[in-house]
């Protein structure tokens, strides 16, 4: 058989192959740059000429017309120090007394919330300047509280943060013991690489910037157990709380909640 006889579209064979060559690439093409990008969801690949543009990793603002689109999770800017807000002066407090006038219908008279809002009484100054911060720029969301926060300045969350961390945390009513903690917050639970509670949240230490959880409303604890879980509360540096969270079972998550909430029944 010559090459002349081999290379030609008479040969069966040969026209079989380079045929069926072109239908794989088509229809790979087909599947990986139209059908799975436009299964996706997100902004960039809305439409099947963005998906394929996606698809084929061409540069965001080459066929966006322009305009960056926004990353779907905002995270956020804040960094925390342990020097943040440790030294606040009486004017500050005075100055977020009277800001806080407008926060008790939700976060009680004196910090303490009787609805499920979490108490902001004796929480530390760097978190609750950090979390106005994240709801303010979006970085947390929630339709209740993101208002609250649109109009206050800089100094006003500083005022505020060094108000309400100077309100007395509420009285424990429990001795706190380890014999009382679920084992996921006494414990953790080294093989699915979640640290014990205790180590940022206090008790056994406390990282700047974790909030101060004794004696939040279980409800809320769960709610926020759940979100970073779930990846629609983002606003955690670096994921720590979210790498937490996702890895608890919803029972774990229910014993912390109530454990934290001061009902005695946690974990039993
Ligand atoms: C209408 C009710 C409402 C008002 C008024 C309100 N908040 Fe909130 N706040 C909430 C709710 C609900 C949450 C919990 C949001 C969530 O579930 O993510 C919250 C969360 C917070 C948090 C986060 C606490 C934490 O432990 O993470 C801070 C800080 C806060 N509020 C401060 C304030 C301040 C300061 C004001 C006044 C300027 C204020 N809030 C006014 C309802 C309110
Ligand atoms: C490695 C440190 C670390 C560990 C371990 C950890 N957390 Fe956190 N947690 C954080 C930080 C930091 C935040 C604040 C995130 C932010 O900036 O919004 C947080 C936030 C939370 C919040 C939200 C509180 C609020 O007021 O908004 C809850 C609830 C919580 N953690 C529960 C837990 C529980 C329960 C465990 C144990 C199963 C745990 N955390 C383990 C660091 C940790």
Redesign the pocket.
């Known amino acids: 058989m010559s090459d002349e006889r081999l290379f030609t579209f008479r040969n069966r064979w040969f026209a079989v192959s380079v045929l069926g060559t072109i239908a794989i690439a088509v229809v790979s093409a087909l599947i990986g740059f139209v059908w799975l990008p436009s299964a996706h969801r997100d902004a960039p690949f809305t439409g099947i000429w963005n998906a394929i543009c996606s698809a084929a990793g061409v540069p965001r603002d080459w066929y966006a017309g322009g305009t960056t689109v926004e990353p779907k999770v905002k995270l956020t800017s804040v960094e925390i120090t342990p020097q943040l807000l440790v030294d606040v002066s009486a004017n500050s407090i005075g100055r977020g007394a009277t800001?806080?006038l407008?926060?008790?219908?939700?976060?009680g008279e004196r910090g303490m919330?009787d609805?499920?809002?979490?108490?902001?009484a004796g929480?530390y100054a760097s978190?609750?300047?950090k979390?106005?911060i994240d709801?303010q720029k979006g970085a947390?969301?929630?339709a209740?509280?993101s208002p609250?926060?649109m109009n206050?300045s800089d100094q006003?969350?500083r005022d505020?943060?060094a108000y309400?961390s100077n309100l007395p945390r509420p009285p424990a009513q429990r001795k706190v013991s380890d014999a009382l903690a679920p084992p996921i917050v006494a414990h953790g639970s080294p093989m699915r690489n979640i640290a014990p509670c205790a180590v940022c949240h206090g008790g056994i230490d406390s990282k700047a910037g974790s909030?101060?959880l004794d004696g939040?409303p279980a409800a809320?604890t769960k709610?926020?157990l759940i979100?970073f879980a779930r990846g629609a509360?983002t606003n955690d540096i670096d994921g720590v709380m979210r790498n937490v969270a996702r890895n608890m079972t919803p029972e774990e998550i229910d014993a912390a909640a109530m454990y934290y909430a001061r009902e005695l029944n946690a974990g039993r």
Request: glycine letters at 0%; one cysteine or more; charged letters at 10%.
């Open positions: 800001l806080a407008r926060c008790t219908m939700c976060h919330s609805a499920n809002s979490p108490n902001l929480q978190v609750i300047y979390q106005l709801f947390r969301t929630n209740v509280m609250m926060a206050l006003d969350m505020l943060a309400y909030p101060w939040l809320y709610s926020q979100a509360r």
